[in-house]
T-cell receptor, first 112, second 113 residues
């Protein structure tokens, strides 16, 4: 089944403890993105990747890192999480620019 | 900067009614527009994608239209069912935006049996 998967689905952590949220797609898509969803602010893009080893900032990249070493995986790294990064995170992929984007199930992160 | 607005923010209708959800955007220079459905605690499900050169797209009971010049799109749902209850989001892709979708705030739909 074609899908975007994320792990973990739920995470509670403390300020400053490094964490990684994984994202994987099995559709051989070139483009992958990370979004966060916050009440009143909607969904905003954090980072995106056009292909292996090619990444760039989205609208709200501060406090986040990404890497794209393999086509199927696009992990989101929070090196020193803070409470303002408490949010619902979504990974998305598409076969190329301008094509339909497919979203993962989301990761709910709480930073205390 | 592109801004996307969805009206109404919430809508409650009886089962069987036909309904229209609205989406407007400020910059008409879009590449495409995508409608999504979001169920509580779940991810986004893509419903329809309309390229900027298209006027409408249909999938089952759903029909989405696009009027790029006026910055508007509508999602028409025919013969609504309780299973249609969800939040509907529209998002636009602007050229040179790094494949970034700009989302509206969503319309929360409740279809009552």
């Amino acid at each position: 089944e074609a899908q975007v998967t994320q792990n973990p689905r739920y995470l509670i952590t403390v300020t400053g403890k490094k964490l990684t949220v994984t994202c994987s797609q099995n559709m051989n898509h070139e483009y992958m993105s990370w979004y966060r969803q916050d009440p009143g602010l909607g969904l905003r893009q954090i980072y995106y990747s056009m292909n292996v080893e090619v990444t760039d900032k989205g609208d709200v990249p501060e406090g986040y890192k990404v890497s794209r070493k393999e086509k199927r995986n696009f992990p989101l790294i929070l090196e020193s999480p803070s409470p303002n990064q408490t949010s619902l995170y979504f990974c998305a992929s598409s076969v190329g620019f301008g094509y339909e984007q497919y979203f993962g199930p989301g990761t709910r992160l709480t930073v205390t | 900067k592109q801004e996307v607005t969805q009206i109404p923010a919430a809508l409650s209708v009886p089962e069987g009614e036909n309904l229209v959800l609205n989406c407007s955007f400020t910059d008409s220079a879009i590449y495409n527009l995508q409608w999504f459905r979001q169920d509580p605690g779940k991810g986004l499900t893509s419903l329809l994608l309309i390229q900027s050169s298209q006027r409408e797209q249909t999938s089952g009971r759903l029909n989405a239209s696009l009027d790029k010049s006026s910055g508007r799109s509508t999602l028409y749902i025919a013969a609504s069912q309780p299973g249609d209850s969800a939040t509907y989001l529209c998002a636009v892709l602007t050229p040179n935006a790094g494949n970034m979708l700009t989302f509206g705030g969503g319309t929360r739909l409740m279809v009552k049996p």
